[in-house]
């Protein structure tokens, strides 16, 4: 019997982190399992992890680069495959300019630093990624507010926790593992829940509040008017470190009044002030906040606010509070990606700079400013493109228009496991190797102070780590790069003194914790404190202060548009099987979850005679999707709650069915729907309508 070999490396089926153990024999991964080793799983895995070798042997998946031809898709060499994209980009650069090119990525994929030096490289400004409307969006307005991303530290055992518009123990995102947060709620953490909708942990919560979608900027601002009307502030804290403190509770006790902040956020005004005074009362404390506070117009405000909270309560860098992880040692991304190589002409080129300043200062493009050019030649025609690890046709507001421009493009070429709608789009697939398959330096760019080693577990057919995708096209380009992807690694590690090699064998690094740091320093941003009042939105004609604004389109703001469609539409809600639009081939995961499914409450349903399992049409300005109706009376009966992410890859080529149930057809990515500065899409609420599907 041949043996088992035992192989440690990383999960990134979804942001990553999770230590796996993967058990390999004849030259195939047979089953992975938690490592118990792991500082951030501690031997815990999800579904999606463990459902890894299902997606990485599955027969659909594509092994080999392909062109498509007048007779469909044919299977050609990377030579070929790599030489036809440097030869389009080429032609592009030369007749229209690098800015022609669009290259552009979905979340945190683990391949940021060198999809950034490729595009740096390349000279083009026009990067989308998910960040205007995810996590970079949050980054960047901590980094104008109080300099670095405070993360919550569960660690350092808070005494309280706010998990405002997050689900860890499904969505694992970002900096931690749900795992990490229930060590904390275990040990006696008090709980309080900002959530529009009652699941597992409204219902464990201390105290629930059920805030309208989008209206989280407004319910910050009254948790402010609570601690400073109750003057539960850190008085030593405000007066030596906040920037503008004066002028912002001005604005809080004349614009933020309990009664307007019920009136904007439906939450009552009593469970305001006992939340507000949980959380300031109690040492330490710390928010979490998720993805669907920044998914508005208020994106960048709300995150202002919420910083605002952190400071005020003396909880920023605070042990058990939000603090500043120390990074572990590491050259960091924007070393790597090299951004001095993009020359200042290139870069006021950005498509939307001029308008998202806070986007452009982070180097990213929001996706509708690169459709409105393909489309419209308008500031300037892109030409060809490069997508990896995206799904845009799916993932991306107003899916319609999305695919539209990326069929006008003169020439696409996409990297994915699998021809998902967008990859269909391309003239040239490249077959991307999954976590099992790459060597990496991991969770580099994340803000938790740790890296770590992602080993090469199997090589699977021709598959290519996209590293490496980045490092050959680059060199094909003229680029400068290392000969291999682990040289490359050698030099990211450089400055800790350790090689790939022994890197590998430690497992993990980690920065040195270290609190209160401002003590010191101070606070990177241009007053050196917290600016409750931004200096840096101030510079730009912006108000320098966090407010709520009504979302452009809601039954407030569009009462003449509500009489047709009445119901706020809360769509993008995680399960734990799929990752966005991945992962509905996979036989263990999609058998959990077969159809996409709608929450409604049950008198809303019985309004439209839809009963529990029937499908129903939503339908909002834009289009319309098709979802299985599932009653939940925990949420409100004017708010409609639907997944995302849906195709059917079991529907085949080209289409794939992405226009069924993809509940991207609905929503808006209007420049005036989106933040102001950020150019984050409102993905979290719109208006749509519920029917009965009649022809099911
Ligand atoms: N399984 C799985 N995991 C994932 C993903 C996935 O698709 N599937 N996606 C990954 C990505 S890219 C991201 S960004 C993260 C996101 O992960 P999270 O930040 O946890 O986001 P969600 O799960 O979408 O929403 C979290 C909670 O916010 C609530 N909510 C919805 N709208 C609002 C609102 O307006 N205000 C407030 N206060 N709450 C609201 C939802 O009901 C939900 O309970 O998850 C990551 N992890
Ligand atoms: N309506 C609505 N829409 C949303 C959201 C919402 O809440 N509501 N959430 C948004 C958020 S927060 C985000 S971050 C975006 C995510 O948007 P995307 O990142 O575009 O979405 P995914 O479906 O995760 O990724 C698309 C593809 O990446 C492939 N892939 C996975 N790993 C790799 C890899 O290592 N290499 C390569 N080459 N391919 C890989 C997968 O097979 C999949 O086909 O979606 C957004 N869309
Ligand atoms: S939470 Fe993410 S990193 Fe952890 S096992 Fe699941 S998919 Fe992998
Ligand atoms: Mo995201």
Redesign the pocket.
Known sequence: MEEVKKVRTVCRS??GGCGVIAHVKGGKVIKVEGDPDSPISHGSL?S?GLAITQLAYHPDRILYPMKKTVKGWERISWDEALDTIAGKFKEVKEQFGAEAILIGQG??RDFESHFSRFGNMLGTPNMIT?GHM??LSRIAAALTTCGRHPAIDYGNNPKCIVM?????L?????EYKGVSFWGAYQKGAKLIV????K?F?AKRADLWLQ??????AALAMGFHNVIIEEELYDAEFVAQYIHGWDAFVERVRKDYPLNRVEEITWVKQDLIRKAARLYATTKPAGIH?????EQ?INCTDFTRAAVGLMAATGNLDAPGGNVFHQPPGTRSISEFSSHRSLPNEQRLKQLGGEQYKLAARMTIVTPKCAWDAILTGEPYPLKAGYLVGTNPVVSRGNAREVYEALSKLDFLAVSDFFLTPTAELADIFLPAGTWLEQNHVADNWKFHGYVLARQKVVEIGECWQDHKIFMELGKRMGQQWWDTVEDALEWLLEPTGLTWEEFKKKGYLRGEPKFYKYKEKGFSTPTRKVELYSTILEGWGRDPLPKYTEIPESPVSRPDLAEKFPYIL?S?????????SANRQIPWLREIRPDPIVEIHPETAMKHGIQEGDWVWLESPRGRAKERAKLNDGIDPRVI?AEH?WWYPEIKSPDHGWDISNINMLTDNSHESMDPVMGATSL??LLCNISRCEDE
């Open positions: 979804c942001h999800c999606k979340t945190g998910a995810c996590y405002w518009g997050c689900n860890p499904w969505t694992n995102p970002d900002i959530d529009p909708r699941g942990l805030v309208r979608p989008g209206t989280d906040w998720g993805v669907p506070t508005t809360n993008g809600f995680r399960t734990p099987t799929f990752f966005h709650v992410g979290r609420v």
